[in-house]
């Protein structure tokens, strides 16, 4: 069975930055797309965004797009998503998961194998 790892979370100020990482425990890995999502207490997930099998295909929330950024590396054993200029409204436990496309419309709804999440805090 796939399991996920998520890593890299932390506090920081507004305008900071962080890359999470996504590790797999099995090297089938490279045969799913992974997406992230993120949740605020009280509030329902959101998708964050979602990167294709082969990473030729990406997709960001409106929220964060010009902001983050989705990556796998050559292996396909990890995927990254870096955070730019991070807002207070960007807190949360952020997930990562895995699905068969992110073509998919929902895929954030779709996707399974969720790991345990990494808390990234904003504040000043």
């Known amino acids: 069975q796939l399991q996920l790892v998520e890593s890299g979370g932390d506090l920081v100020q507004p305008g900071g930055s962080l890359r999470l990482s996504c590790a797999a425990s099995?090297?089938?890995?490279?045969?799913?797309?992974i997406g992230w999502i993120r949740q605020a207490p009280g509030k329902e997930r959101e998708g964050v965004s979602c990167?294709?099998?082969?990473?030729?295909?990406?997709n960001y929330a409106e929220s964060v797009k010009g902001r983050f950024t989705i990556s796998r590396d050559s292996a396909m054993n990890t995927v990254y998503l870096q955070m730019d200029s991070l807002k207070p409204e960007d807190t949360g436990v952020y997930y990562c998961?895995?699905?068969?496309?992110?073509?998919?419309?929902?895929?954030?709804?779709?996707?399974?194998?969720w790991g345990q999440g990494t808390q990234v805090t904003v504040s000043s």
């Open positions: 099995e090297f089938t890995y490279s045969s799913y797309a």
């Open positions: 990167i294709s099998r082969y990473g030729s295909i990406t």
């Open positions: 998961g895995a699905g068969a496309s992110c073509r998919e419309g929902g895929w954030a709804s779709a996707f399974g194998s």
